[in-house]
């Protein structure tokens, strides 16, 4: 029998008004849907805006880069190589989850449009990974400290739905887990395909400063409540 687990759970913060639109936050490696739950008091959204956070949490599973120790991660890492990092296979069924929580959102009456993915490390890479591959129009795309699944190469079967979805991307510059140059190079690859990304650096490790609350702030309002 096939006891795999075919939803997510999830930790859901609804807004103080019904909800007009969603973010959907995917954390890092080892972390859970409760490690960014607090970024919603901390970003002072209006409280009239009406987005909903969802922030799923990963599947536990074998990380090979940690001596095969199970915690929770969106794919495996086989190694420290930016070209083959990425266990695709993982990365793939976790988007098939991810996507499902986008349409589950788009049933409950949100338009695609009104959606936006966000994630940090290893959330960053599957919200890349699935905004450029989703087959309708998003409102968004945050990637923080994080890197494309090829390294320097977009996904396959990117969908021109999202060809011109704005794209923000934060990293560290004295990042100690996923380099500068990582998310440098992910920049460089969306920027030569024509997507519309927004860079900033920050004097920090692998990690999300308060000095980024309010860049992420704006860029959220700017892109849902307009």
């Not at 890349?128 to 994080?146: D, E, I, K, T």
């Not at 927004?198 to 490790?205: R, Y």
Request: proline residues 7%.
């Amino acid at each position: 029998m096939n006891t795999e687990q075919t939803t997510l759970d999830a930790i859901v913060v609804e807004p103080a008004v019904p909800a007009r639109y969603a973010v959907i936050w995917l954390h890092g490696l080892g972390d859970s849907g409760a490690g960014f739950a607090p970024i919603v008091p901390a970003l002072s959204l209006p409280k009239d805006a009406g987005i909903r956070f969802i922030f799923p949490h990963a599947p536990e599973q074998p990380v090979t880069i940690n001596s095969g120790y199970i915690m929770r991660a969106w794919y495996d890492i086989k190694s420290m190589d930016l070209h083959d990092r990425a266990d695709l296979a993982g990365v793939l069924e976790s988007e098939r989850k991810i996507m499902a929580l986008i349409e589950a959102q788009m049933a409950a009456g949100i338009p695609s449009e009104r959606i936006l993915l966000a994630g940090f490390s290893q959330g960053g890479v599957m919200s890349l990974f699935c905004g450029l591959r989703f087959h309708q129009p998003l409102a968004g795309v945050m990637a923080l400290s994080c890197y494309l699944p090829g390294a320097d190469t977009l996904p396959q079967d990117c969908h021109p739905a999202n060809a011109s979805t704005p794209i923000l991307q934060h990293h560290g510059e004295q990042d100690e887990v996923v380099p500068l140059f990582a998310g440098q190079m992910a920049q460089k690859a969306l920027l030569d395909a024509g997507y519309e990304v927004e860079w900033q650096s920050f004097n920090m490790g692998h990690s999300v400063l308060p000095a980024q609350l309010m860049e992420i702030r704006r860029w959220l309002l700017a892109r849902l409540v307009n």
